[in-house]
């Protein structure tokens, strides 16, 4: 073993507080004994507080080091399978460092990809100097899950070689396209006399890719033995779920980024995954959002200033990432993403703060198929301003503005209603309940069950029923926590039917932030710098009916295509999520007033889905897609990339000429956007359309009704 070194100390078990304090700190510096206590910690704290009390045990133990490997070494480009295999050694050994506080695993971990990063940081000169074939027929798996860990150095550098010749090509033909628009010429190689590994773009191409890479690797060895502890320890933690998290002290704006990601500037939600940084969500009324482009599930692969040189954050941490992405209000920040699918897309953005109009509950009235007035309301968030003073009422909340909104389309006239929760990441449990009262006359709407056992039932007591005409819901893979809670409920009793794709998100769990600072004695608060936080699942919803929302989310009464068909995302995807589950049903009193047939509307509305021509293109485009993202080996020469690049163009100009890219935008001969108006964006919505034609069935079957009566 490299590194072996043995801990002693006293450890005291401490008492944890579900509440924090933070604020500006300096700098954790490496102490052993606090790290001593911080394991001990853990291991007694997160069996005792998760919600499935998983014991600390060799599963675990096993679980945490595979998530600690994939930490340390995302994608496969510095361990060798020898490193790998010593390291294995503590694979089942975790529970018992942290319980003894002797831990090896951060520190042989460091040691060994150090070394193996300054070896490779040697290879760099001499494969740049001998430079590339770009003709050279070859291909590079993208998926480091494909892969197999290298065997010997000669292996290692080899596959160095492969991933700087596609890096030198990448950017050769980035500057190619570049030359091509300043100059508007067409053709996308240089002059015919002069080869392209003497072209000046070319050796460009080389400096560029070597200074980045250079970089890159002093930055990786720049990481403090802290900074590996840290990531030790939250792979321990994400071993109990996804949502579980140690939260090193840091700053509070950096205790921000931890808990929600939040980019500001931008507006988006992310997280570090595999080596990636990932988009979690779009903040509603942001500048990502209102740009258009940016999505869910993207890769950010580089950031650059607007004339600026791109900074490439692969591997890169998330707080140093961010601060690549803020900057002053009205600059202009251009990402450079990889799609799900593969396609590679610049997105310049607009650093602007959060329209908060914009994030508040929309509605308009459509006219249906049939003539009828329905009603569209679209729920982003479920928001609710706790900060509101006690004397002044409630404050802002999304329940009153979709009470307000269902007030006004009442006195229009509407004969039906389309509730959006699509993309809706959810918010206050509150307001999931409270709206499903304006739909129902009262009744149980989700059960909470904590970590002890016990089930609490959230029940709306309001007897009043602000609307009660025919409903249905639109959800997607991204409708996730409360809006799934709110669709669920509306699905139980009876009340609406809901369209979407094969599942929504699938979100069921609570997570409380325990400090673990709290309630330590007082020779220890002075002893021990901060000790940080964690963030633990300690309850999960279940329906009235008894299953949990988690994992397996709500299904949709009725599936239709969508451009998200091909993601594989969701509860279902993440590693050791918590499984579905079933409690025992509630009683509850079904909807008395209009339902949907359900098996009739499926029957009426399959039929229609698959005449429809948007809908068409939907699956053909996301099946070209799915195509693509299981493509995972890309083209590592010349002719080959210029081939990818033409079909990822290709790609997006068929989705956009299908109404597909961004949402409700439209681009101008000038490459300008402007925003759709809510009206335009539900006409040209096909699942809005599908609302419509079973709002023109409902119609149709009342007229019926009061003929024969």
């Known amino acids: 073993m490299r590194i072996m070194r043995h801990f002693t100390g006293w450890l005291i078990l401490m008492t944890l ?4 304090a933070w604020a500006n700190v300096k700098p954790i510096k490496f102490d052993p004994a606090r790290n001593r206590l911080i394991a001990y910690m853990l291991s007694h704290q997160l069996p005792a507080q998760h919600f499935s009390h998983i014991p600390f045990d060799d599963a675990l133990s096993e679980r945490a080091f595979t998530l600690y490997l994939r930490q340390l070494d995302p994608r496969k480009r510095f361990l060798l399978q020898s490193d790998v295999d010593e390291l294995e050694a503590f694979a089942d050994h975790i529970d018992d460092e942290l319980l003894r506080g002797r831990m090896v695993l951060p520190d042989a971990g460091m040691q060994i990809l150090n070394d193996r990063i300054r070896q490779v940081k040697a290879m760099l000169g001499p494969i740049m100097e001998k430079g ?18 290298t065997t010997s150095k000669k292996e290692l550098a080899d596959r160095w070689r492969r991933v700087l010749k596609f890096q030198v090509l990448d950017e050769y033909l980035n500057d190619i396209d570049k030359e091509k628009k300043k100059k508007n010429t067409p053709g996308g190689k240089e002059k015919k006399n002069i080869s392209i590994t003497d072209s000046p773009v070319w050796k460009t191409a080389l400096a560029t890719v070597r200074e980045r890479n250079l970089h890159y690797f002093d930055r990786l060895l720049k990481e403090t033995r802290q900074e590996h ?3 030790y320890f939250d792979a321990v933690a994400r071993a109990f779920d996804p949502h579980t998290n140690y939260l090193p002290p840091t700053s509070k704006e950096d205790f921000d980024i931890h808990m929600s990601g939040s980019l500001e500037g931008i507006g988006a939600l992310l997280r570090e995954d595999d080596g990636h940084i990932k988009v979690v969500r779009i903040i509603p009324g942001s500048a990502a959002e209102r740009q258009g482009q940016l999505q869910a ?7 650059a200033e607007k004339g600026g040189k791109p900074v490439d954050i692969n591997d890169m941490r998330i707080r140093e990432a961010v601060s690549y992405i803020r900057g002053p209000k009205g600059t202009e920040v251009i990402l450079t993403v990889r799609k799900p699918d593969g396609v590679k897309q610049v997105i310049p953005i607009v650093r602007d703060v959060v329209k908060i109009e914009e994030t508040y509950v929309k509605s308009t009235v459509v006219t249906g198929h049939g003539g009828e007035k329905v009603g569209y309301i679209r729920i982003p968030s479920f928001y609710r301003d706790f900060n509101a003073p006690r004397d002044a009422g409630p404050g802002r909340n999304v329940t009153d503005d ?7 389309m009442k006195k229009k006239g509407i004969s039906g209603l389309i509730l959006d929760l699509r993309n809706d ?19 149980p709407v989700v059960q909470v069950k904590n970590s002890r056992g016990m089930i609490r039932i959230l029940e709306d007591r309001d007897p009043n029923v602000v609307y009660d005409g025919p409903l249905v819901v639109l959800v997607n893979q991204f409708s996730a926590s409360a809006s799934e809670i709110l669709a669920a409920a509306l699905q139980d009793y009876g009340r609406a039917i809901i369209i979407g794709g094969e599942h929504t998100h699938g979100k069921g769990t609570v997570q409380a932030l325990i400090d673990l600072n709290r309630n330590l004695p007082l020779f220890h608060l002075k002893k021990y710098d901060d000790l940080g936080a964690l963030k633990v699942t300690i309850q999960k919803f279940y329906r009235i009916t008894g299953g949990s929302t988690q994992y397996k989310g709500v299904e949709p009464d009725i599936v239709a295509p969508s451009m998200l068909d091909y993601l594989k995302t969701g509860e279902k995807y993440m590693d050791y999520s918590l499984p579905w589950d079933t409690v025992q049903a509630v009683a509850y009193e079904p909807w008395p007033g209009f339902s949907f047939a359900v098996d009739k509307a499926r029957n009426l509305a399959e039929r229609w889905i698959g005449t429809n021509k948007k809908f068409q293109e939907i699956k053909e485009l996301s099946e070209k897609a799915r195509q693509r993202r299981e493509k995972t080996k890309v083209a590592d020469f010349l002719a080959g990339m210029e081939k990818e690049r033409a079909e990822a163009k290709k790609a997006r100009e068929e989705a956009k000429a299908a109404g597909l890219m961004g949402a409700g935008l439209d681009d101008d001969l000038n490459g300008k956007k402007e925003k759709k108006s809510l009206l335009e964006q539900v006409k040209d919505d096909p699942f809005v359309g599908v609302g419509l034609l079973l709002m023109d069935h409902a119609s149709g079957l009342r007229r019926a009704r009061d003929r024969d009566e």
């Open 132 to 149: 590339f074939d770009p003709e050279r027929k070859e291909y590079l798996e993208s998926d480091p899950k494909k892969i197999s860990w």
């Open 297 to 303: 599930e993207d890769i950010i692969l580089s950031v």
């Open 229 to 231: 502890y840290n990531r």
């Open 425 to 443: 990441g959810g918010g206050a449990l509150t307001d999931a309940v409270d709206i499903s009262g304006l739909f129902l006359p009262g009744g």
């Open 17 to 20: 507080s579900s509440t924090m």
């Open 402 to 408: 979709t009470r307000h909104a269902l007030v006004g």
